[in-house]
T-cell receptor, first 109, second 113 residues
């Protein structure tokens, strides 16, 4: 079993829909990251959080430390949101990040 | 502002040939530097990270090596490429505590034939 599991693996939705991507992990962590990888391969860091909730524009990330679970939400989704969304965690005391397999999101106009 | 450069952007190499990928960071000092590989259809895998000049930690045993000859330069090398080395190689940097955000370069797409 992977340390970081994401669901769903693939998600297709219509423009305007509310999107939720989930991430579960099995180890104690010091931080969780959400990343966005565009079709060309470039990766952008969206959020880093260790508790609670963060919001940036139409993106919202939440984390529940007790349940070892995080969600990434996109409100009023748009075709330009189409990308692979990757969850990554840093174990307590570790230097490296452990990555989930990613969720491929496609938003149709 | 900080920027990270990687080159080349794409590379096609024959099996058994050597490899050198370069990553440089501008606008910051003493960054933590990382090399990742993303094989087709798979997640990111950390290959090497460095917290300072000449300090390299290897995460996965393989025929690749990394060097950090200067503070903001990180090089990924191989003496003889294997087919399984094909993938998308990403360099990243960060500053400060272990919880810091990592900033990724544009990546190098390597195809070994």
């Amino acid at each position: 079993k992977n340390e970081v599991e994401q669901s769903p693996q693939n998600l297709t939705a219509q423009e305007g829909e509310f999107i939720t991507i989930n991430c579960s992990y099995s180890v104690g962590i010091s931080a969780l990251h959400w990343l966005q990888q565009h079709p060309g391969g470039g990766i952008v860091s969206l959020f880093m959080l260790s508790s609670g909730k963060k919001k940036h524009g139409r993106l919202i990330a939440t984390i529940n430390i007790q349940e070892k679970h995080s969600s990434l939400h996109i409100t009023a989704s748009h075709p330009r949101d189409s990308a692979v969304y990757i969850c990554a965690v840093r174990s307590q005391g570790a230097q490296k990040l452990v990555f989930g397999q990613g969720t491929r999101l496609t938003i149709n106009p | 502002s900080q920027t990270i450069h990687q080159w080349p952007a794409t590379l096609v190499q024959p099996v058994g040939s050597p490899l050198s990928l370069e990553c440089t960071v501008e606008g910051t000092s003493n960054p933590n530097l990382y090399w990742y590989r993303q094989a087709a259809g798979r997640g990111l895998q950390l290959l090497f990270y460095s917290v300072g000049i000449g300090q390299i930690s290897s995460e996965v045993p393989q025929n690749l090596s990394a060097s950090r000859p200067q503070d903001r330069q990180f090089i990924l090398s191989s003496k003889k490429l294997l087919l399984s080395d094909s993938g998308f190689y990403l360099c990243a940097w960060s500053i400060g505590t272990p919880q810091e955000t990592q900033y990724f370069g544009p990546g190098t797409r390597l195809l070994v034939l």
